[in-house]
């Protein structure tokens, strides 16, 4: 139950505290006071989209927070503990704010929350129906959910809806593979053809490049030769490097005899000079070794041009060959395995269409019986509405058989149209082709009603559902809304003084000027000033002596009650 509501720079709403009580909590005040925009509020304390516009001119930010009673609501402590909060003696407060940057935060019990969170979390607390509902109740799959809703069906679609969602996979994965059958035997001997093309070459692991060193080895021998020749005399011949290394060694060994500080410099001449012997006897070594083939040189220039023809075909390196031919391996095996996956898929598909079929079946019979009660339910509540001879009807025409077989969908094998007949002697027709504004309005709130005695939802807000009615239906409207309030909150925001006169607590917006600006106040009532604005409705002057006295009975009728 929301207990406080706490506005800042709303709109036209600079500052509003206000605590609300259990009961019918009728809001009241001159068009334009400001009614709707305190809805606004709520709506975007519960999660509504909100755009920078909400703000109050002038103002970077508007915050709005609200007081939550939420002792007795298990669906709200629930989530509470699945998001791992707690609310303190039963006391929830839910914050949010905007700022004209685009920007705000949102709290719920002190923790940030995204607004998904928040507008799901609220689900459990409060709902609100504005007038756009019965516009919306025009439309087909509004009705369904609804009707599913009375029958308690939420769990069962649930179900439903993951066994059809796996069954239409299935679907698709055996029109594929059937496809795949038909038009990929070619595409499969092309896959056969590269495997054993790639297969034949044998890739080793660093081939490549160890063959790209020899061919330049080859394709250049004369030139190394001739290198490591000119490299062999500089070190060997006589005059060369190890000759005068060989005569420094003896200079200095004879130097460092005669000074002993000198035996450093002599040992470090003697390393180089047997560094560079080794690396004579090595250079020798790898010239002898050397053999030059022509015919070694050609293997190699071929191997390295079947290498660049296999990447031009199957990948930019030897290594992307190689996972080519690994992926190929693999669409063949899936597609000669691919009779065994058909015929799994097959048995798969007729388990899951059974199931489907039974649930679907089982659905449509809860439809059924729900809908036999809900149309008694909401023509007792349109007759006690001002529609005395109205006929309501839930059609569930089945989808048409295909094929001989039932034809199913995300939501079951049935259609949902309500058809209404206002009038005595009319047929019954869709609400689309017959409802008038009012009607509209009568029959949203009929079945309304029947939807709420089910719901555990605390608190409720009516925004003008008394739009395009009066007189008895408007009497009847009150009663209405004071028996769903007796076990709930209700908000509601009227213009009929028949719907006021029920209040267990009577709110007044009133709009005022305070320096330049002008401000929303929400002012509760007491016996006094409620009957003045029970006159002030009932015939727009707040001081008549007749409106007055006639206020004063409605109020003392009612309280009777």
């Known amino acids: 139950m929301l207990e406080e509501l706490t506005i800042r720079d709303f709109a036209i709403i600079d500052r509003l505290q206000v605590r609300f009580e259990r009961g019918l909590n009728l809001l009241t005040g001159e068009t334009g006071a400001g009614k709707s925009i305190l809805i606004g509020a ?94 919306a109740l025009l439309k087909n799959d509004r009705q369904r959910l609804l009707l599913d809703r009375y029958a308690g069906l939420q769990d069962a679609l649930t179900a439903y809806s993951r066994d059809y969602t796996d069954l239409c996979a299935r679907r698709r994965a055996l029109e594929r593979l059937v496809s795949d059958g038909q038009s990929g035997e070619r595409e499969m001997e092309l896959l056969r053809f590269a495997v054993d093309e790639i297969g034949a070459a044998a890739l080793q692991d660093g081939e490549e490049l160890a063959l790209q060193e020899e061919e330049t080895r080859l394709s250049q021998h004369e030139k190394l030769f001739a290198a490591l020749g000119q490299a062999g005399s500089l070190l060997s011949d006589e005059g060369a490097i190890l000759g005068l290394l060989r005569r420094l060694r003896v200079q200095l060994e004879t130097a460092s005899h005669i000074d002993s500080r000198l035996a450093d410099q002599s040992t470090r001449v003697d390393s180089a000079y047997f560094e560079l012997e080794d690396g004579a006897s090595a250079l020798s070594a790898y010239m002898d070794r050397q053999n030059f083939d022509p015919g070694r040189l050609e293997e190699i220039e071929s191997r390295l041009a079947l290498f660049q023809k296999l990447k031009r075909k199957y990948g930019a390196s030897l290594a992307e060959v190689l996972a080519y031919r690994e992926e190929a391996l693999a669409r063949l095996d899936a ?46 509540i349109l007759a006690d509405l001002g529609m005395p001879h109205a006929r309501f009807k839930v059609d569930l025409p089945r989808k048409p058989l295909e094929n001989g077989k039932v034809v199913v969908g995300p939501f079951g094998a049935d259609e949902v149209i309500f058809l209404i007949s206002a009038n005595k002697g009319e047929p019954l027709r869709s609400l689309a082709a017959v409802a008038s504004g009012g009607e509209l309005s009568r029959i949203m709130l009929a079945i309304k009603t029947m939807l709420i005695r089910l719901d555990e939802i605390p608190s409720m807000i009516f925004d003008e559902i008394d739009t395009g009615i009066g007189g008895e239906v408007a009497i009847s409207l009150g009663r209405q809304l004071a028996e769903i309030a007796v076990n709930r909150q209700i908000l509601c925001i009227t213009h009929l003084a028949s719907l006021a006169v029920r209040a267990d607590n009577h709110y007044k917006v009133e709009k005022q000027v305070e320096g330049e600006r002008t401000v929303t106040r929400l002012v509760r009532l007491d016996d006094e000033r409620r009957v003045q604005e029970i006159s002030r409705m009932l015939s727009g002057d707040s001081r008549s002596a007749t409106s007055l006295e006639h206020a004063r009975d409605l109020l003392a009728t009612y309280r009777a009650r």
């Open 42 to 135: 709520l709506g975007f304390l519960l999660g509504a989209k909100a755009e920078t516009g909400i703000i109050r001119a002038g103002c970077e930010e508007t915050v709005v927070s609200g007081l939550f009673d939420v002792s007795g609501n298990m669906a709200a402590r629930q989530w509470l503990q699945d998001h791992g909060m707690a609310a303190d003696d039963g006391n929830l407060v839910i914050r949010r704010s905007l700022k004209n940057t685009g920007r705000g935060y949102i709290y719920i019990q002190n923790l940030p929350a995204l607004r998904a969170d928040l507008a799901d979390f609220c689900a459990c607390l409060v709902e609100i129906h504005g007038q756009r509902d019965g516009m």
């Open 335 to 380: 597609f000669e395995n691919r009779d065994a996956e058909i015929a799994g898929l097959v048995q798969a598909i007729a388990r899951l269409e059974q199931t489907v079929y039974t649930q679907a079946e089982a659905i449509s019979q809860a439809r059924q019986a729900a809908a036999l009660t809900l149309e008694v339910g909401v023509q007792a």
